[in-house]
């Protein structure tokens, strides 16, 4: 076969494996099949990185630095929960998968007006402000409607300035033992 240019062979458009390579091994032309190079170049025998006209292939591990797009068509990486209908929430895990968690700092604050925050060092919960039996400002002072249930804790007594009304459908509870005093 006479000598051509590179520039005037024949492309070659679609490879068996079969066809032949010229290789420079140390000063010595020699000639290698594209089958084989695959494999000498690919981890000896098995070739682990394919190349297609959709991309790369890789069998077994790949350690990368860095890679470009969204990430979504990788497997077997760890990726965050979906956000959908999570607003509010926060990333938890369990140490080998990540979940989303409700924040529940707070009881519910439903029907809890003019109450404070307590806790058994367990649950959070609200509770009725307890002002004590002393006051600075002369006199205690109290709604002439009782509006809301009201239970006389055990072994405790109850004293109003009348007149007092309890409101329609609202009850106070005097356990055995107690005394409610009107004034």
């Known amino acids: 076969m006479a000598d051509k240019k590179i520039s005037e062979l024949t492309a070659l458009t679609t490879s068996d494996g079969a066809e032949e390579l010229i290789v ?20 000896g025998s098995n070739v682990k990185l394919q190349t297609t006209s959709s ?8 350690t ?44 519910t604050q439903t029907n809890n007006s003019g109450k404070f925050l307590t806790t ?12 004590g039996s002393v006051t600075t400002n002369g006199g205690w002072e109290h709604a002439h409607t009782i509006s809301s249930n009201y239970t006389v804790a055990s072994g405790n007594n109850l004293i109003s300035a ?22």
Request: hydrophobic share 35%; glycine share 12%.
């Open 24 to 43: 420079n091994d140390g000063g010595t032309s020699k000639k290698i099949t594209i089958s084989n190079a695959n494999k000498k170049l690919f981890d």
């Open 64 to 107: 990368a630095t860095a890679f470009a797009g969204d990430g979504s068509a990788l497997t077997g990486i760890t990726t965050l929960p979906s956000q959908t209908n999570n607003s509010g929430k926060f990333l938890t895990t369990n140490g080998s998968v990540a979940s989303w968690a409700v924040v529940d700092a707070l009881p």
């Open 120 to 131: 058994n060092g367990t649950t959070a919960s609200w509770t009725t402000i307890s002002t």
């Open 162 to 183: 009348s007149p007092v009304s309890v409101a329609s459908g609202v009850s106070v509870t005097i356990p055995s033992g107690s005394t409610w005093v009107l004034a």
């Open 55 to 62: 991309g790369v292939t890789i069998t077994g591990t790949a």
